[in-house]
Protein backbone atom coordinates (compact mmCIF):
# COMPACT_ATOMS: atom_id res chain seq x y z
CA UNK A 1 0.00 0.00 0.00
CA UNK A 2 1.33 3.70 -0.99
CA UNK A 3 1.75 5.92 1.60
CA UNK A 4 2.55 9.43 1.41
CA UNK A 5 3.54 12.05 3.90
CA UNK A 6 3.51 15.85 2.97
CA UNK A 7 6.62 16.77 4.73
CA UNK A 8 7.38 20.32 3.45
CA UNK A 9 4.69 23.22 2.45
CA UNK A 10 5.85 26.70 1.09
CA UNK A 11 3.26 29.52 1.06
CA UNK A 12 3.79 31.85 -1.61
CA UNK A 13 1.44 35.42 -1.38
CA UNK A 14 -0.08 37.39 -4.15
CA UNK A 15 2.51 40.15 -5.01
CA UNK A 16 0.02 41.65 -8.03
CA UNK A 17 2.16 40.88 -11.48
CA UNK A 18 4.78 39.46 -9.90
CA UNK A 19 3.59 36.27 -8.50
CA UNK A 20 0.47 35.17 -7.70
CA UNK A 21 -0.68 33.06 -4.27
CA UNK A 22 0.48 29.62 -4.59
CA UNK A 23 1.18 26.91 -2.10
CA UNK A 24 3.82 24.24 -2.79
CA UNK A 25 4.03 21.08 -1.33
CA UNK A 26 7.09 18.94 -1.10
CA UNK A 27 5.77 14.89 -0.62
CA UNK A 28 7.79 11.54 0.43
CA UNK A 29 5.93 8.53 -0.65
CA UNK A 30 6.63 4.92 -0.12
CA UNK A 31 4.89 1.76 -1.58
CA UNK A 32 7.14 -1.23 -0.37
CA UNK A 33 6.67 -3.56 -2.88
CA UNK A 34 7.71 -1.66 -5.63
CA UNK A 35 11.40 -1.98 -7.26
CA UNK A 36 11.69 1.73 -6.25
CA UNK A 37 9.97 1.85 -3.17
CA UNK A 38 10.63 5.41 -2.33
CA UNK A 39 9.36 8.73 -4.45
CA UNK A 40 9.20 12.39 -3.93
CA UNK A 41 6.32 14.52 -5.58
CA UNK A 42 6.05 18.13 -5.76
CA UNK A 43 2.32 19.92 -6.23
CA UNK A 44 1.61 23.07 -7.11
CA UNK A 45 -1.82 24.04 -5.13
CA UNK A 46 -4.13 27.46 -6.35
CA UNK A 47 -5.88 29.41 -4.53
CA UNK A 48 -8.76 27.22 -2.88
CA UNK A 49 -6.64 24.27 -2.92
CA UNK A 50 -6.98 23.58 -6.12
CA UNK A 51 -4.00 20.82 -7.89
CA UNK A 52 -3.09 22.45 -10.98
CA UNK A 53 0.59 20.81 -11.36
CA UNK A 54 2.16 17.82 -9.67
CA UNK A 55 5.48 16.28 -10.92
CA UNK A 56 7.43 13.02 -9.12
CA UNK A 57 11.09 10.88 -8.82
CA UNK A 58 10.92 7.54 -7.87
CA UNK A 59 14.28 5.91 -6.22
CA UNK A 60 15.67 2.84 -4.48
CA UNK A 61 17.26 4.41 -1.65
CA UNK A 62 15.01 6.23 1.06
CA UNK A 63 18.09 8.46 1.52
CA UNK A 64 18.72 9.67 -1.53
CA UNK A 65 14.60 10.48 -1.98
CA UNK A 66 14.84 12.56 1.83
CA UNK A 67 18.04 14.39 0.13
CA UNK A 68 16.18 15.67 -2.80
CA UNK A 69 13.41 16.65 -0.96
CA UNK A 70 15.41 19.00 1.13
CA UNK A 71 17.02 20.55 -2.10
CA UNK A 72 13.62 20.69 -4.10
CA UNK A 73 11.90 22.36 -0.70
CA UNK A 74 15.27 24.71 0.57
CA UNK A 75 15.36 25.90 -3.71
CA UNK A 76 11.54 26.43 -3.71
CA UNK A 77 11.35 24.22 -6.80
CA UNK A 78 8.29 23.90 -8.79
CA UNK A 79 7.00 20.91 -10.23
CA UNK A 80 7.27 22.53 -13.96
CA UNK A 81 10.99 23.25 -13.24
CA UNK A 82 11.25 19.92 -11.09
CA UNK A 83 12.24 17.13 -14.41
CA UNK A 84 15.22 19.58 -15.82
CA UNK A 85 16.24 20.00 -12.09
CA UNK A 86 16.27 16.02 -11.54
CA UNK A 87 17.86 15.04 -15.30
CA UNK A 88 20.47 18.15 -14.61
CA UNK A 89 21.39 16.36 -11.19
CA UNK A 90 21.14 12.35 -12.76
CA UNK A 91 23.30 13.31 -15.79
CA UNK A 92 26.04 14.69 -13.25
CA UNK A 93 25.90 11.49 -11.33
CA UNK A 94 24.69 13.19 -8.18
CA UNK A 95 21.51 11.36 -8.15
CA UNK A 96 19.97 7.71 -9.25
CA UNK A 97 16.56 7.63 -9.59
CA UNK A 98 13.58 7.18 -12.20
CA UNK A 99 11.55 10.39 -12.79
CA UNK A 100 7.83 10.09 -13.01
CA UNK A 101 5.29 12.79 -14.40
CA UNK A 102 1.75 13.15 -13.19
Excluded at 21 to 49: C, D, F, N, R
Excluded at 66 to 80: D, I, K, T
Aim: aromatic letters at 8%; proline letters at 5%; glycine letters at 8%.
Amino acid sequence: MKTTQVLYTRIFTDLGPLQKAHILQYALTSEPQEALPYGVMVTALQKEGQRSESCGALFGKEEDACRLLVFLWENAVGPLTMPGVVEDLRRSGVLFCREEEK
